[in-house]
């Protein structure tokens, strides 16, 4: 879709959205300054995404059904009017990965607080290159920063990542929890994933894209068969659907305020002991794959720098940087 067509779209989702009444065609086309039937044809395109208009003749239109996708339109208004990230919100209805499309957006200019947004995507990724399911109904997103912190940091980005959408899906009732460094899991089972991308520039990081997939609105079975039993989702886990444009606005508010002390060099230190409350790893038998190794031991606790601190034998710890826990005695995975 061009980028004119996707400005008339938000515009004319907002216009519904701020309307009490019908709206005419006729003052959509003056709003918009184009014609009737431009104004109709976007309509149709807009009832192809899921909205529904009831026409009443010489009256206008009136938005009976909104969808919750993450557009823009939908989102902003849940966003604190001093929030840094949310600006501009890009969805599209398909796209291969958000974070591709952030980095190459990255390249001509994307502005710090862009968040790229998807109703599916195609070809999603995980960690260690993983592919990541993303059907429709799930938050898959991508949040833009441009020179967010040192490049000792970055290991924070994802952390903090991590620690917003737990605050976002707890204050919806979603008692999520973490796994080190940046799963979250909900029951034990794992519904959400973190992928951040960063490019360098000597000391400091430039820019990061930070993915965000949530298995949020959809049935265990839009899953691929081999993950079902140690993912779950959302609506799956709790049996009803999270309001997904507020979700994202509550992450992003909540990130930007960790990302903002971050940048004031106030990074997951200072936030190491609600982190560490909510990470389910600590305490239970756990083995991480470290590069090629693999450390079993019992997870012990997370340092103030991100670190996890695992005991491979009675009195003897080691301690890892970053990594991925295969295996805990508490989870499914
Ligand atoms: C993981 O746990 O392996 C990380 C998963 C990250 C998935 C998200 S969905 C939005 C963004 N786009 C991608 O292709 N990946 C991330």
Not at 32 to 56: M, P, Y
Not at 61 to 79: F, G, N
């Amino acid at each position: 879709m061009a980028q004119d067509d996707t400005r008339v779209r938000d515009q004319l989702i907002e216009a519904f959205l701020l309307a009490d009444g019908p709206v005419s065609g006729e003052d959509l086309s003056h709003r918009l300054g184009l014609s009737r039937t431009a104004v109709w044809k976007h309509i149709k395109a807009l009832e192809q995404l899921g909205f529904a208009f009831e026409a009443s003749p010489r009256v206008g239109y009136r938005a009976v059904r909104i969808p919750d996708e993450l557009m823009a339109p939908l989102v902003r208004p849940h966003l604190p009017p001093d929030c840094l990230l949310g600006s501009p919100i890009l969805w599209a209805e398909s796209r291969a990965s958000t974070n591709e499309t952030a980095l190459e957006l990255a390249e001509k200019g994307l502005p710090h607080g862009a968040v790229v947004t998807a109703g599916e995507q195609t070809g999603g990724r995980g960690r260690r290159d993983r592919a990541w399911a993303s059907p429709r109904g799930g938050m898959w997103f991508t949040v833009f920063v441009r020179n967010p912190c040192a490049l000792r940091h970055a290991p924070d980005l994802t952390l903090l990542a991590a620690l917003a959408v737990c605050r976002a899906l707890r204050a919806e009732g979603v008692p999520v929890e973490i796994k080190w460094p940046n799963d979250i899991l909900l029951g034990g089972r794992k519904t959400g994933g973190i992928l951040a991308q960063i490019r360098a520039e000597g000391e400091m990081v430039d820019h990061a894209v930070i993915g965000i997939g949530l298995n949020a609105n959809f049935a265990l079975e839009e899953l691929p068969e081999e993950i079902r039993d140690r993912a779950t989702t959302i609506l799956h886990a709790t049996g009803r659907p999270i309001d997904r444009p507020k979700t994202l606005a509550h992450i992003l508010a909540e990130l930007d305020r960790l990302y903002r002390d971050l940048r004031d060099g106030r990074g997951f230190q200072a936030v190491h002991a609600e982190w560490t409350a909510l990470c389910s790893t600590i305490g239970h038998e756990v083995e991480v794959a470290v590069g090629d190794e693999r450390v079993r031991g019992m997870a012990r606790s997370v340092e103030p720098d991100g670190s996890l601190v695992i005991e491979t034998s009675p009195g003897v710890t080691r301690t890892v940087v970053s990594g991925e826990v295969l295996f805990s005695d508490r989870e499914h995975i």
